[in-house]
């Protein structure tokens, strides 16, 4: 046997060791169940916040979220903007080269040599 088989034997031994069942002690049952009984009744109380701050805080958070939705509005507005004069400037800059190189033609055809 090589030292890999070994190894996992001895795990395998020490595992079912471990694993072996082991009896609860005299009585445990009947502790469990005498003390399920005296906790039946759940006593859960998951939100116990007045009535008063409950109202306040729906009211701040619908605040928030309206404010989180006007500037997320006017940020996609300002976008838009911003795309729209863009564009526009590019469109500008195009009609501004055209012109120029029409009336750079015009000079050339003129006779005026400018530049290069």
């Given at each position: 046997?090589?030292?890999?088989?070994?190894?996992?034997?001895?795990?395998?031994?020490?595992?079912?060791?471990?694993?072996?069942?082991?009896?609860?002690?005299?009585g445990?049952?009947?502790?469990?169940?005498?003390?399920?009984?005296?906790?039946?009744?759940?006593?859960?109380?998951?939100?116990?916040?007045?009535l008063r701050?409950?109202?306040?805080?729906?009211?701040?958070?619908?605040?928030?979220l309206?404010?989180?939705?006007?500037?997320?509005?006017?940020?996609?507005?300002?976008?838009?903007?911003?795309?729209?004069?863009?564009?526009?400037?590019?469109?500008?800059?195009?009609?501004?080269?055209?012109?120029?190189e029409?009336?750079?033609?015009?000079?050339?055809?003129?006779?005026?040599?400018?530049?290069?």
């Amino acid at each position: 046997m090589n030292q890999l088989e070994e190894l996992s034997s001895e795990f395998e031994r020490e595992l079912t060791r471990a694993m072996r069942g082991v009896d609860p002690a005299e009585g445990f049952a009947d502790r469990v169940m005498a003390r399920a009984q005296v906790n039946a009744k759940p006593r859960v109380r998951l939100f116990g916040m007045p009535l008063r701050a409950r109202v306040w805080t729906s009211g701040a958070i619908a605040a928030a979220l309206l404010t989180g939705i006007f500037i997320g509005e006017e940020i996609h507005l300002r976008h838009q903007r911003e795309e729209a004069a863009q564009q526009q400037f590019e469109l500008a800059m195009r009609i501004t080269d055209r012109t120029l190189e029409h009336v750079q033609q015009q000079l050339w055809d003129a006779g005026v040599r400018l530049g290069n």
